[in-house]
């Protein structure tokens, strides 16, 4: 964190933001701190919007895009199983 940009660090903060808001509302719910499962649908007690926010911010932050069924990231790439449902999904990483 301490060669990022300002940029960086406040998507840094509202990913965080994001996370310890699903956290409260599972806390709220009577969820045992401990079994918390953040970024796991059903478990994290996140909205679909702020799940995709979540993902998108996280995909900006560690320069993930996925462009004709390949994840690339930090120079290697892989190809997605084609039952994957981020397959036909095009995210070219924003700055």
């Excluded at 301490?2 to 719910?29: D, H, M, P, S």
């Excluded at 995909?59 to 039952?83: A, D, K, T």
Aim: proline share 3%; with cysteine; hydrophobic share 30%.
């Amino acid at each position: 964190m301490e060669n990022w940009t300002e940029e960086q660090k406040q998507k840094y903060v509202r990913f965080q933001e994001i996370l310890e808001i699903g956290k409260q509302r599972y806390l709220n719910a009577g969820g045992n701190p401990r079994l918390y499962r953040a970024g796991f649908k059903g478990q994290d007690y996140l909205t679909d919007e702020e799940r995709k926010e979540a993902a998108k911010i996280m995909r900006q932050m560690f320069g993930i895009s996925i462009i004709n069924g390949y994840v690339h990231c930090q120079g290697r790439s892989w190809e997605l199983p084609v039952n994957s449902p981020l397959y036909k999904e095009q995210v070219e990483t924003e700055s």
